[in-house]
Nanobody, 125 residues
Framework: QVQLVESGGGLVQAGESLRLSCAAS????????MGWLRQGSGKEREFVAA????????SYADSVKGRFTVSRDNAKNTLYLQMNSLKPEDTAVYYC??????????????????WGQGTQVTVSS
């Protein structure tokens, strides 16, 4: 079955960096879009970034543009999220997810059909 397993979360101070990884298995993801979404305590789940597995086209939420970079390693079937200049408002559980939707829908969590279990990122001020 499809498995998405995130790792790399943790506790950092504001201004520091973290890199999240998502190991994907169970099917071929070449036609999929791989996304990162997050959910802060008491907040709705929100889109962070996404990348087309086939074309490498990317998309970012305005709140993370210029600070976060999404990438993938086809050979390792792994998705990454490099997070720099972290802020306390970035504190959330970060989820890796897969979607087969067109680019116009990448920002909607309802577009994603496979999800990982999430990894906690906490940024202290």
């Amino acid at each position: 079955q499809v498995q998405l397993v995130e790792s790399g979360g943790g506790l950092v101070q504001a201004g520091e960096s973290l890199r999240l990884s998502c190991a994907a298995s169970g099917r071929t993801f070449s036609g999929y879009v791989m996304g990162w979404l997050r959910q802060g305590s008491g907040k709705e789940r929100e889109f962070v970034a996404a990348i087309s597995w086939r074309t490498s086209m990317t998309s970012y939420a305005d709140s993370v543009k210029g600070r976060f970079t999404v990438s993938r390693d086809n050979a390792k079937n792994t998705l990454y999220l490099q997070m720099n200049s972290l802020k306390p408002e970035d504190t959330a559980v970060y989820y890796c997810a897969a979607s087969y939707s067109p680019a116009t829908n990448w920002g909607s969590s309802r577009s994603y059909v496979y999800w990982g279990q999430g990894t906690q990122v906490t940024v202290s001020s």
